[in-house]
């Protein structure tokens, strides 16, 4: 009986991996959608995505994860309030990056992981590069508005695509009894009105101890101002953009006893003499233990990270 039982539980053990196994399998033949009554299953899509991205999907999780790991080794690896905070700058300050994100929201993840990678290489490449005070004074003075916190307006900016809607929309965003938020405004006027920015809040940067874009920032909370289209909304059929000044948010100048702003400072110094990037990769590459099902995996994944090189085999 004593026997039986390890037996047994070998047998119960080999089965539950049997049965995962079985899962997996089934779950990839499995119809993920239908398109006319023809299935596709994730092991087609898988196949697919194979076929176009392959190689180039591969370099990107070799890199990847050959970056997070020296990153982690090394003790530079970034928070996830670090990559946050940069995600939610690009896209409070990038309207053409944030209406992608809210057009793709699963894009999202991607777009941290992009950061974290920029981050750890530009600490990977920097670690140990010594700045001195004199070069720090010398950054900030030519370079403040990359560290000064800007004046910002937030607001509201609605591209008309109707000249007959100007005006009804001009009204609703003067309105406080009722107000009207943008998305109200769309659901009213679908296809004359689109509105831009981060969750359909645009903000307007000033550089501090700068007059850009005075006009914009002298103007009173819940104004409108009416102009022209700029040439490439023009182009996609806008007539009139409509602009509300929601709240103005003042800047400031950067404090450089702050650990914080004197890290972005050394790294950006440190980076403009630090080695190139794949030169970075091809030491991480050399050192790293790497296996490949297919061999061919091995040749493509060099040639789309170390391109040079390969051109220089290829001769």
Excluded at 16 to 31: C, D, F, P, Q, W
Excluded at 240 to 249: F, G, H, S, W, Y
Excluded at 289 to 295: E, H, M, T
Aim: charged share 30%; aromatic share 6%; hydrophobic share 40%.
């Amino acid at each position: 009986m004593r026997a039986v039982k390890p037996l047994l539980g070998v047998v119960i053990a080999v089965s539950v991996l049997l049965n995962a196994v079985l899962l997996v399998k089934i779950r990839g033949r499995r119809a993920i959608l239908q398109v006319n009554g023809v299935s596709v299953s994730r092991n087609d899509m898988n196949r697919a995505l194979e076929l176009q991205f392959g190689p180039q999907y591969k370099a990107n999780l070799v890199a990847r994860v050959l970056l997070e790991q020296a990153a982690k080794k090394q003790g530079v690896e970034p928070t996830e309030a670090e990559v946050t905070e940069q995600f939610e700058n690009q896209k409070e300050l990038n309207w053409t990056y944030a209406q992608r994100l809210m057009r793709a929201p699963w894009l999202a993840d991607e777009a941290k992981a992009e950061i974290k990678i920029q981050l750890e290489e530009d600490r990977l490449l920097t670690r140990g590069t010594e700045v001195t005070e004199d070069e720090v004074r010398t950054e900030y003075q030519q370079n403040h508005g990359l560290y000064d916190t800007p004046n910002k307006a937030k607001c509201s900016v609605a591209v008309v695509l109707a000249d007959a809607r100007v005006e009804d929309i001009r009204r609703m965003l003067v309105s406080q009894n009722p107000p009207f938020s943008p998305a109200k405004i769309m659901e009213n006027y679908p296809r004359e009105v689109v509105f831009l920015g981060d969750n359909y809040r645009f903000t307007f940067a000033q550089p501090f101890g700068t007059d850009y874009n005075a006009s914009l920032f002298k103007m009173e909370a819940k104004a409108i101002k009416v102009e022209d289209p700029p040439a490439d909304l023009a182009r996609q059929g806008a007539r009139k953009v409509l602009i509300r000044i929601d709240e103005l948010i003042p800047g400031h100048r950067a404090d450089l006893t702050d650990p914080a702003i004197l890290k972005k400072i050394k790294i950006s110094v440190a980076r403009r003499r630090a080695r190139p990037s794949t030169e970075l990769m091809s030491e991480l590459w050399n050192k790293a233990n790497l296996s490949f099902d297919d061999p061919a995996d091995r040749v493509n994944i060099e040639r789309v990270l170390f391109p040079d090189k390969a051109q220089t085999t290829a001769k």
